[in-house]
């Protein structure tokens, strides 16, 4: 028996809640338990949005960078030099690729895609 979706994580205990995230993010239920049992996935007792999953991973992933960052890691700075020069060239495959949650990052270019356009030409155009 368990208590929190932690403790059934950490039990190795694979939760309807799990399966319907994993559903939900396109990942395997094992993968969300494993998420969930590391603390970087949190499932609300009330019910869960995609949205706030990916919201908790992602920051999760972005407080880890940080402190790498922070700590001097070695080549922690690379994926920020390499999505920097990818910027400059408006390549956006690789911008996904360097992204730490390519499909938000997707779904907000498209979003924004005539916003976004009308930069890249002004760029293009421009004397920098």
């Known amino acids: 028996m368990y208590k929190t979706q932690m403790e059934a994580a950490r039990k190795g205990i694979i939760t309807k809640e799990m399966e319907a995230v994993a559903a939900k993010e396109y990942r395997t239920a094992e993968e969300i338990r494993e998420l969930v049992a590391k603390g970087l996935v949190a499932i609300c007792e009330t019910g869960f949005t995609q949205h706030s999953i990916r919201m908790v991973s992602a ?14 890691i070695p080549h922690a700075m690379d994926i920020d030099n390499a999505m920097a020069d990818v910027r400059r060239t408006f390549d956006w495959d690789k911008q996904w690729e360097c992204s730490i949650d390519p499909e938000t990052a997707k779904k907000i270019r498209d ?6 356009e009308e930069a890249v030409q002004c760029a293009e155009n421009s004397v920098l």
């Open 111 to 116: 979003d924004r895609k005539p916003e976004i």
């Open 59 to 72: 920051r999760s992933k972005i407080a880890v960078h940080a402190a790498d960052i922070a700590k001097h």
